[in-house]
Structures are given as C-alpha cells and as structure tokens.
DNA sequence: TTAACATATGAGCATATGTTCATATATGTA
DNA sequence: TACATATATGAACATATGCTCATATGTTAA
C-alpha cells in the first residue's frame, strides 16, 4: 500500500497543535485564561484570585505573551491584561465544560 | 467585592484539564492519535508511518493508554490500538482544523 | 529627588517529560 | 523445545517546566 498523505501529519502541524496544547497544559495557566475570558484584569487581581505569588504569575503572563495568547494595556502603573486569542478560549471553555458535565 | 464562584476554577477542574491539554501537548502523541482518528493501527504501523523506534512509540502508546486516550485488541501477536475518547478526539480536530485553516 | 507601589525579570532549583538502549514478555511456528 | 516476531518496560539521560528569591524597571506622589 502506498503512503497517503491523510493518513499522517506534518511535522509542522503536529509541531504547531503542541505548541497550542503546551499553552494550556499548566493549571495555573489555564486559570489565568479562564479569568481573562471573563473579564480583563489587572496582576494584581490575578494575583489574589489565584493567591499565588505576584512573581508566579507574572512570568506566566509572560508565557501567555510569548504566545500571543494575551494581551495588556498600562494605566498608570497598572497592566491590565486581557485574552488576545479567541480561539484558545473556546477550546478552553469547550473542555471545562465538558469536565463539569461528567 | 465578595469572592465570587463565577471568577475562578477551583484547583480540581483547573488540574483536570490540564491532564487533558497535557495528554495532547506533545507533536508524537499528536500524530499517533491523529492516526487512530483514521483507522485502528498495530503498532508496527505506527511506527513506520511516524519514522521512530518501536519503543518510543511503545512508551508514548502506555502514556496515551494509562490516561485512557486509546485501547487496543490482540490479534496474535500483534496489538491493534484505536482511539477511547472521542472528547479528545473531537478536540484535536478542531484544532487542528484551525491551524490549516490560517 | 525620594519613597512607595505595580510589575517584570534573571538565576537557581526541583520535578516532569521524551527519547534511547538493553532487555523482558507474549505469541506463533518449525 | 527453540526460535522468530510483535510489543512492553525499566533505567539512564538530556531537556523542559514552574516555582521561589532577589532584584530591576516603570509610574505616581510627596
């Protein structure tokens, strides 16, 4: 039998679906984004709400950042950052409802 | 402000999807169950589609089976591996939907 | 300018992850 | 029984990940 091409994936793709996947792999990331896919936030409040270290969480927005998955404005000396990939959020939300339906 | 149940997933839905995300956040787990979203596979199959050793993909199979991903039949002594959770499945077609779709 | 506040970042560390290599187990066949 | 084939598994190793601690940066107010 010849080797079709639907019977397997790039490398690339796979590659890329990981990259997406990883993202959501961390439950504290995935905490982080279902806050912001309620409601754009501050660190601070990310903070108290996940009672985590400020530096925890800020180097997991720094995460989420680097893959373009949330975004932040500045007023002031605040950041309030908010989800930048709607995508990522309906998967999110697709597999948190599927849990809580179990 | 009270702390309210919508703002935040308690640890147990929030570590449960990230067994889930975890389960698909690597490119050889991806493509094995891209795979058996196809068609039932032996593991020899397997690995000659996927170019890697017996073994590594024998692993990536007990890592997929241990999270419930996939079951298999014995036929000989040969063992067929086809997909267990459709959730999953329907999951990673979406994204990967996604991405060809950019 | 100085101090206080909000956030980011680098180093270090413990743990998790994915592969390889060697070997074990299970099945079929001579 | 002995051997070949198909698959699983344990140990070892390199790399990745997520946190803490200390400190840096940026902003506001006195």
Redesign the pocket.
């Known amino acids: 039998m010849e080797r079709t091409d639907h019977s397997f994936l790039n490398q690339a793709t796979a590659d890329e679906a990981s990259r997406i996947f ?1 993202a959501l ?5 995935i905490k982080i984004l279902y806050l912001l896919s309620q409601e754009e936030c ?4 990310i ?1 108290e709400v996940l009672e ?12 989420l ?1 680097k893959l373009r998955l949330v975004k ?1 404005r ?8 908010s989800y930048d990939d709607e995508h990522v959020i309906t998967i999110l939300q697709q597999v948190l409802t599927h849990i809580n339906c179990k």
Chains 1, 2 share one sequence.
Do not use: F
Request: charged share 20%; net charge positive.
């Open positions: 990883k792999a961390d439950p504290t990331r501050s660190v601070g409040h903070t985590m270290t400020q530096s925890a969480v800020s180097h997991q927005l720094s995460t950042r932040y500045r007023e002031g000396s605040t950041l309030y950052y």
